[in-house]
């Protein structure tokens, strides 16, 4: 659930540093989406990336926990 709130958050963020990426590069005043649907699609891809990543983050961690436990047990 945490994870789920993060990666919203985190695919807002993303939304906004792109859009500030594109600006400075092209030498833009601002970044028109067009419609709505296009806005959405790239916050979908930003929440995905950022869970995935994130539930990468958890699994690394968890293990390095159970390796840990395992090496103090030796």
Do not use: P
């Amino acid at each position: 659930m945490i994870r789920t709130g993060v990666a919203a958050f985190l695919s807002v963020f993303l939304l906004l540093f792109e859009g500030f990426i594109v600006i400075k590069l092209k030498g833009y005043s601002g970044i028109y989406f067009g419609d709505l649907q296009l806005l959405i699609g790239v916050l979908a891809m930003n929440f995905f990336f950022a869970f995935s990543i994130l539930t990468h983050l958890k699994i690394w961690i968890e293990n390095k926990g159970a390796e840990e436990t395992e090496a103090g047990i030796k």
